[in-house]
């Protein structure tokens, strides 16, 4: 086979599962994203083999594209997850789930014959982001936010059990056509929400964007606007600038973030930079008392 029959060939076979829809099994699916998985990688070896610039920025741009459909798929999957109830399944049909890297052929239509083997009771992992962390290997945090980031822009719970419609309808718009980066939308919706209170959706009482903006449209909006007509960093400014002028108006001065932070390197100096609320400051109050006091064990060390 030549290369315009090989390109026309896999031009079709794009095409071929959303033809044959459900007369596709979950294990073809699977094999099917395993091939394209491994088609992407043999193509992106030749392409760092090539040694020629052009093409290597563009499979760059390339790249960039698979990261935002990646993104996209990782927050509908974490809220897909939620819904369908995942983290309530056995632990016989986890071990079974797990697809040897090497070896996607091992995927079987057995894999996922009969119902799915929901546990009744106490489930194997307390919430749908404890089975994200430790089923890809991820932080327990970064999972949580991956959900917390598809109730804003993919969708939310509702109290019968189905999914509604996202916390910010314009941005989660933009984040659906694809065409912005998702990265930003995403951290844009992260910003937004804490001038929102807490969404009670999921407890039956609908609750509207409350945060507008000196033009009398949401800062949903605006920041949709933003980031679907300008580039990245003129957006984040007009974003920031909405959100610092929404604060004034309202009063809403958020504390400093709390953490522990690596300053810059002066002479030779290392800058650490420590910020913690009142009761971690008392517990360093205290640590640094008794290690000045020469009457403890603590001090005697230090001295």
Known sequence: MNAPALIAALRTACQVPLHLGPALSGAMLLRLGYLCLALYTTLGKLVHGSGDPRLVLAHLQLAER??????????????????????????????????????????????????????PGRCCYKDTAELLAAWLGLGYFEARQRLADAHLLIGRRAPDGGICAPRFPQLAGLYAKGTGDRRAIASAARRLDRLEPQDTTFDGVPLKLQAYG??????????????????????????????????????????PRLGFFIGPVKDGVHFFSLRTDASDAQLLNSMAAQAGNPRTKSGRADR
């Open 66 to 119: 698979f990261a935002q459909q990646v993104h996209g798929d990782q927050l509908s999957g974490a809220l897909q997850a939620e819904a369908t109830g995942a983290h309530a399944l056995s632990l016989e049909g986890y071990a079974a789930l797990r697809v040897p890297a090497d070896d996607p052929e091992a995927i079987s239509d057995d894999l996922f014959a009969g119902e799915p083997g929901i546990v």
């Open 214 to 255: 000196t033009d009398g449209r949401t800062l949903d909006e605006s920041a949709a606007e933003a980031l679907g007509d300008l580039g990245p960093r003129a957006a984040q400014k007009r974003i920031s600038a909405e959100i610092r002028t929404y604060k004034e108006l309202h009063g809403k001065k958020l504390p």
